[in-house]
């Protein structure tokens, strides 16, 4: 493993993963294939732009010449994918891009990986893939998928065409599921990084239905470390869940951002619910940690440090949330009915 093709790497996640692997592994390269969409930013790639290591390629991974390309030019032995349409209220809105980008996009990738005899090929899914889950049970990577959102299903999609070029084509896929990731460079219309932001500038946080719906919040950088820990170590064929393994109420997140900022409570208003709002999401780790992961932040403290992120970096979100960022708002929010 030299030469890895991320996909999706000028996203939140992604972004974090490029950084992380070039600061861990000295001989690796990385290229960035990306297709710059409204979530892809080059800002989250400015600490890594002046390493030789790197490279960025603009380009879309259903574009099956375009990866093929990216794969010869580069020698690309390790295919890393964390390129999708990621946000479930948007898929809410149209399911377009997330067929084009999480199911159509993974099989052209998947079929590059084959061409090309990788060594590995590492699909970064969700835990949202398992669909809500009751009081009492924690997923575990075997459980059947029972996706409910547009976005879910679509991801579970993925899945299912990375388990099946396993089993047909024998291209040494692992899958991960992860849960909410927080942390820098989050874009801002995903709750946490939404809430910190509006109540800098104290507006009001918009908390669907009760606000009693649970998240395994994690610190991304946790999640990237059970990335590069399953793609070393994980076996092919494999899915691998990844989370704290603390659950919290929606309603409970928002107060401790107001806290931490030392804003009033009174900015949280209640809105209409998501449709189909998963109340619900809980993963057994077990399987990840077996192969040496632990999760190494709490819940206070990754979101204390992501608070403290986005109160340092106004840099970053303020020119985001223009033009159509605030098109989406209203129609997400303001149009809400
Ligand atoms: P993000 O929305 O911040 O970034 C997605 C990136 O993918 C962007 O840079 C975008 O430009 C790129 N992209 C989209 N369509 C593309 C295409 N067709 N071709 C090439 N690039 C394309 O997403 P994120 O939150 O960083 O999530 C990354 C991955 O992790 C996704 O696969 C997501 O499903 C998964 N995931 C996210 C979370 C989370 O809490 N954010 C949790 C678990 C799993
Ligand atoms: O579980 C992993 C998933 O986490 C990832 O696969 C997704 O890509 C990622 O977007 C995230 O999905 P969620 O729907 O859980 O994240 P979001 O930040 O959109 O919402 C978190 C919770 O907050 C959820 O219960 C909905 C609620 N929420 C969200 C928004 C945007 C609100 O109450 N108000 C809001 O304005």
């Avoid at 299912?160 to 089993?167: D, G, K, P, S, W």
Wanted: glycine share 8%; aromatic share 10%; net charge neutral.
């Amino acid at each position: 493993m030299r030469n890895l093709l991320v996909t999706g790497g000028a996203g939140f996640i992604g972004s974090n993963f490029v950084a992380y692997m070039l600061e861990r592994y000295p001989d690796y390269r990385i290229v960035v294939f990306d297709k710059l969409t409204y979530a892809g930013n080059l800002d989250n790639l400015k600490r890594v732009e002046q390493d030789p290591r790197f490279r960025f390629v603009r380009g879309d991974i259903a574009d099956r010449e375009a990866v093929r390309e990216a794969m010869r030019q580069h020698k690309i032995d390790t295919i890393v994918n964390f390129a999708a349409e990621t946000h479930v209220d948007r898929s809410i809105m149209s399911s377009d891009d997330y067929i084009h980008t999480n199911i159509k996009g993974t099989c052209v990738l998947l079929d590059a990986a084959r061409e090309f005899g990788v060594e590995r090929y590492l699909q970064v899914s969700t835990d949202e893939v398992y669909g809500h889950i009751p009081e009492g049970h924690s997923s575990h990577e075997d459980d059947p998928a029972r996706p409910r959102s547009p976005y879910a299903a679509s991801k579970a999609g993925g899945d299912h065409m990375v388990y099946a070029y396993f089993i047909t084509h024998g291209v040494p896929a692992i899958i991960t599921r992860g849960t909410n990731n927080i942390g820098p460079y989050q874009y801002p219309e995903k709750a946490v990084p939404l809430f910190i932001t509006n109540a800098i500038d104290n507006q009001p946080l918009p908390l669907y239905g009760d606000g009693r719906q649970k998240r395994d919040y994690q610190y991304v950088l946790d999640h990237c470390e059970g990335i590069d820990i399953a793609l070393h170590h994980g076996v092919p064929g494999e899915a691998y869940n990844i989370g704290s393994g603390v659950e919290t109420e929606n309603i409970v997140m928002a107060r401790m951002i107001l806290d931490l900022l030392g804003k009033p409570h009174s900015l949280i208003q209640h809105v209409v619910d998501r449709p189909g709002h998963d109340r619900r999401y809980s993963v057994r780790t077990d399987k990840i940690q077996a192969l040496g992961w632990r999760s190494r932040h709490s819940f206070a403290e990754a979101l204390e440090k992501t608070v403290r992120w986005y109160v340092e970096n106004e840099w970053w979100w303020r020119k985001i949330k223009t033009g159509e960022y605030l098109e989406y708002y209203r129609k997400q929010y303001l149009e809400r009915k």
